[in-house]
């Protein structure tokens, strides 16, 4: 499969945006579990959210504190990251992630499929 992430920009704090990912290939979607981590400068690569194929359970960092939700859409084969009350210090490269074993949703190494990339930027 391969992942392209978009949404990413420059917010003021206590602002909100929703980063997508658009799945492609062969294997169908809602096969996969799918997450999101972010890396920022200097950091480990951080575990934010995950969500299981049907979208039926959800699971989150322990920073988010409920200002982020994720969600799928497997119809168009996207999954969704819908960040609100951001934080100067959630500044990072958010990347998604597809993972087609359903191992450990916290641990980057679970994740088979990586998409690119995108800058999230906020600003005090």
């Known amino acids: 499969v391969q992942l392209q992430a978009s949404g990413g920009g420059l917010v003021q704090a206590r602002g909100s945006l929703r980063l997508s990912c658009a799945a492609s290939?062969?294997?169908?979607?809602?096969?996969?579990?799918m997450g999101w981590f972010r890396q920022a400068p200097g950091k480990e690569r951080e575990f934010v959210a995950a969500?299981?194929?049907?979208?039926?359970?959800?699971y989150y960092g322990d920073f988010v504190k409920g200002r982020f939700t994720i969600s799928r859409d497997n119809a168009k084969n996207t999954v969704y990251l819908q960040m609100n009350s951001l934080k100067p210090e959630d500044t990072a490269v958010y990347y998604c992630?597809?993972?087609?074993?359903?191992?450990?949703?916290?641990?980057?190494?679970?994740?088979?499929?990586w998409g690119q990339g995108t800058l999230v930027t906020v600003s005090s």
């Open positions: 992630a597809a993972d087609e074993k359903y191992g450990s949703y916290w641990r980057p190494t679970s994740y088979d499929y």
């Open positions: 290939g062969r294997r169908t979607f809602s096969s996969y579990a």
């Open positions: 969500i299981t194929w049907s979208g039926g359970s959800t």
